[in-house]
């Protein structure tokens, strides 16, 4: 039986599909068979992160219309052999995706893959309610700003009242927190919340503290996500992530200002 | 004042300010959502309820529903029509 995680936060463009691409890579990397699917209906973008778009033939809903088998359209990743990636539909009908077939899709997977990683889309919708249904545990992806963890605490609700698990009054969604895009050097100024301000208000099991951090970029524009850049913060910080959630218990990082005292006082932008 | 202390007297931040709205903000949207859904419909039966007996306006009643930690309470306030100079009021 596989484990279904869902990445979640409501808001758009917090680190969903970052953070998709980095956990299931990290998790296949470490022996665990994974498939990383793209809920984003009309807007597929993981294909990309995980460079794989060229490879693309079938997507998501061909496989729930019957149209392809889940073999033709999970695409294997060049990277590691033990991930695959299931791409969106590029369709601009928002019905294409339905319950019971994303039920049965997974049922599917569930035979073969251990951990199955459901790359949400933004908004409070039917594709993100779609995505967290099944879910086992959610990663709730959340910027330290306002709008970010308003969005967030909206999600942790639909997660308790509207995933299957609350449906059937079985052991609640395991939910997590996954604090990304974070600046040390602005939450010490005080223009950025900080890890305990956004705990206060969230109280989540913290996975972990993704840091701002240009990787990112060079990452995507790449197509390999970011947890394969080792010398990255960010990169280590998602393979953190993945190591506290697999159980190891693993010291906070990035979560300091580590800023050279000269960079600080000649003002030195990162 | 010396210069540091200028620097640190400054205006409160924007994160401290952040936090205080959010929290004010989260806790509003936390008992709405647990709000039981039927409300709307009892406050519209009991103020047919109510209407057999006296004549009140449609915003005299008003069904409040509060949540703390150890309990729910369900606040129904009932404003009486005039009569007299001042106002009579049912508290359930
Ligand atoms: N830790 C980070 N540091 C810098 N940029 C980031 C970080 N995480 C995400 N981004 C950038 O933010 C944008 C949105 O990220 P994405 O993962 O697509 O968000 P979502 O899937 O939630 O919409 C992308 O341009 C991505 O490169
Ligand atoms: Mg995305």
Redesign the pocket.
Known sequence: MARIIVVT?GK????????SAAIAMGLAKRGHKTAVIDFDVGLR?LDL?MGCERRVVYDFVNVINGEASLNQALIRDKNCNLLYILPASQTRDKDALTLEGVGRILEELSKDFQYIVC?SP?GIEKGAYLALYYADDAFV?TNPEVSSVRDSDRMLGILASKSRRAERNEEPVKEYLLL??YDPSRVKSGEMLGLDDVQDILSLQLLGI?????S??TA?NSGIPVILDEKSE?GQAYEDVVARYLGEDRPHRFIEDKKGFFRKLFGGKS | MSLLDYFRKSKPKSAAIAKERLQILVAHERTARNRPSYLPQLQKELLDVIRKYVNVDQDAISVNFEQDENQETLELNIVLPDYQQENKSVNM
């Open positions: 936060s758009g463009g917090v680190g969903k599909t970052t953070t973008n992160i790359d933004a992806v990304t895009r993704i840091p701002e951090s240009k990112v970029l995507s960010a």
